[in-house]
């Protein structure tokens, strides 16, 4: 079992920068895999990044690439997602996900955060 619980959005200007923070309770955090997904009002659940469990690889959602940045520290079962140079079209909740490989490049995320408030004014 693992509950995850994110920090750190908020309000900001468009060009600016937020961390995102998805803490984790339980010993096995590090045998999963964490993602981050948004949803703004009215659209449907959008994919942003990936971390793998160990050898820290990385995926990102098109519309993200290059402008943000995830990351994880094990012992301190968290996953940060660093959001830089944001735009309006940014504002959305924001959820992070814990799951398994269930084949290439496929993933089932079991556990799921309450989700964090960004919105990005212009």
């Known amino acids: 079992q693992v509950q995850l619980v994110e920090s750190g959005g908020g309000l900001v200007q468009a060009g600016g920068s937020l961390r995102l923070s998805c803490a984790a309770s339980?010993?096995?955090?590090?045998?999963?895999?964490v993602g981050w997904f948004r949803q703004a009002p009215g659209k449907g659940r959008e994919f942003v990044a990936r971390i793998s469990q160990s050898d820290m690889g990385t995926n990102y959602g098109d519309s993200v690439k290059g402008r943000f940045t995830i990351s994880r520290d094990n012992a301190k079962t968290t996953v940060y997602l660093q959001m830089n140079s944001l735009k309006p079209e940014d504002t959305a909740v924001y959820y992070c996900?814990?799951?398994?490989?269930?084949?290439?490049?496929?993933?089932?995320?079991?556990?799921w955060g309450q989700g964090t408030q960004v919105t990005v004014s212009t």
């Open positions: 339980g010993r096995t955090f590090s045998s999963y895999v």
């Open positions: 996900a814990a799951g398994i490989e269930v084949g290439y490049l496929k993933y089932r995320y079991d556990y």
